[in-house]
């Protein structure tokens, strides 16, 4: 009799499902509910916990057992990820108290960004969080909420993300992962793990914060009505879960030193993983999920992203070729521009970028046109920034002595092997794409299969993908890459005194 692990995810873009089997690994039903955001305000990122978070996993769950055929009874563990650090003001019995704040892209906080800064001082501020204080902290969203929603905020019980959030109306428990809990700056010590309790800039919310975990320990079993509602068994143990990156992490079998995932979805993530911990004046220095292992944590703001915009607004399709794939037909164009796409440099900073220049409100640009320009050499000007944007990173990790040996590729991105082929050229790094199933709701099932004692630790995917594609870097063209990657970092350096301008 076969068993299974039920993992989901659920992202800015859509939620995911996927039932595997325990022995290998194999995906027996997946499903997907695309949705969107909500961009109230200039700087605003929201969505709807209580429809798009819970209600649909609910109709995932219930997609998949109706697909599968699968008794609850042989579900083992259910493991969640999501989108995160996202605030969501909760009262007593988990119910939604307003839209969810959703993850870094969403700005509003600046002013409590700085209201922290100025009350703990930055120093402080850096000792508790090991990083810099920027728009992916949780705290001063919580913040805002005091000074702008008084209202929500003293009815809120606790302040949850999207992972917990379905954990907990699933389990009736309130919890949180010490990864994701690092994410909580300036009130928590990441290093001691522990939420720091007292009153600065006015508020104190620790007693609304849920106790920590480790991201595969169980939190409870699916309460009555959660089982009535999604049709698992009642009691199936359900582990505490994690942020969509970390998960997708483990989807590829990024466990070892020297591992460093590079997500490639709409936006990117990098996660190298660490013996020790480590602050960081560029990057987030966390727990990782399993004891006695950190990360520090990268990664660009838009990454497929520009090829969507591109897609969009750019692109003239071939009429005869509508049958086919847009983005297969679109990478296509990679071949008719030459590398360094006749001396175009673009900058990715679309929606502003994230590590290493951590500027909210850095712009994109091309640099470089001319009238003999194509579109084919604007989409290669735009992958090749991306890879400039890796190498951006990878170097600043060098340069705090954190170990990369590799980048282990994940996402949508990495079916365009021709893209994946200039990171690993413009970075001179081996680039790993796997073959086996992947994502963020196939490594939450492993995760929960860890949980239940099925697997050892998060080499799982690794030893089930046997026939992982490794991309070597040909150094034909290095010298043009390098040489357009000093124009790319002096591009932004000498024209960021004019963005505010640009301002809205």
């Known amino acids: 009799m076969s068993e299974y692990l039920l993992g989901v995810d659920i992202g800015t873009a859509s939620s995911k499902g996927v039932l595997i089997e325990t022995k290998n690994g194999t995906v027996c039903a997946q ?13 605003w990122v929201e969505q709807d916990a209580e429809e798009t978070w819970w209600g649909e996993f609910v109709q995932i769950v219930k997609d998949l057992l109706q697909e599968s055929g699968v008794s609850p009874a042989d579900i083992l563990a259910v493991g969640v990820s999501g989108i ?16 969810a704040i959703l993850y870094g892209i969403d700005t509003r906080a600046t002013l409590e960004i700085e209201q922290y800064l100025r009350e703990l001082g930055e120093q402080e501020v850096f000792r508790r969080a090991g990083c810099e204080l920027s728009s992916s902290a949780v705290a001063p969203k919580i913040l805002w909420l005091h000074n702008n929603e008084p209202e929500v905020y003293e009815k809120a019980r606790w302040f949850l993300t999207s992972q917990n959030f379905v954990v907990a109306r699933l389990t009736g428990k309130a919890s949180i992962d010490n990864y994701t809990a690092s994410t909580y700056s300036p009130i928590v010590d990441v290093e001691k793990r522990s939420w720091i309790d007292e009153t600065t800039a006015g508020i104190n919310p620790t007693d609304k914060l849920p106790e920590k975990y480790w991201t595969t320990d169980v939190v409870g079993g699916v309460t009555p009505e959660a089982a009535s509602l999604t049709g698992l068994r009642e009691g199936t143990p359900v582990i505490a879960g994690t942020i969509d990156a970390a998960a997708e992490a483990v989807s590829i079998g990024n466990y070892s030193v020297g591992d460093t995932m590079g997500m490639f979805g709409s936006s990117n993530s990098i996660i190298a993983i660490t013996r020790a911990y480590k602050r960081s004046r560029t990057f987030w220095g966390l727990n990782w999920l399993f004891p006695n292992q950190y990360a520090v944590v990268g990664g660009m703001a838009t990454v497929g992203s520009l090829t969507r915009w591109f897609l969009d607004n750019i692109f003239s399709n071939n009429p005869e070729a509508l049958d086919q794939n847009p983005y297969a037909q679109m990478s296509d164009l990679l071949s008719m521009s030459r590398p360094g796409a006749n001396n175009l440099v673009a900058l990715p900073y679309f929606e502003g970028e994230r590590t290493p220049v951590n500027d909210p409100i850095a712009k994109g640009a091309f640099f470089g046109l001319t009238l003999r320009h ?18 951006h990173n990878l170097e600043k990790l060098q340069e705090e002595n954190i170990e990369v040996r590799l980048i282990n590729a994940v996402g949508g991105g990495t079916k365009n092997l021709g893209w994946m082929q200039l990171i690993a050229d413009i970075s001179n790094i081996d680039v790993r794409i796997p073959q086996g199933t992947s994502g963020a709701a196939y490594g939450s099932a492993i995760l929960a299969g860890i949980g239940v004692g099925l697997y050892e630790d998060a080499s799982q995917a690794r030893i089930w993908d046997e026939n992982a594609l490794l991309l070597k870097p040909d150094r034909t063209d290095a010298d043009t890459y390098d040489r357009l990657y000093q124009v790319y970092l002096r591009l932004y350096e000498q024209t960021k005194n004019l963005l505010p301008l640009l301002a809205e």
């Open 31 to 43: 499903a997907t509910i695309p949705h969107g955001v909500s961009l109230p305000q200039a700087g």
């Open 84 to 99: 995160g650090p996202c605030v969501l003001p909760v009262d007593e019995a988990f119910k939604p108290l307003r839209p």
């Open 374 to 391: 194509t579109q084919a050499d604007l989409y290669r000007a735009l992958l090749e920034a991306v890879g400039f944007g890796i190498r």
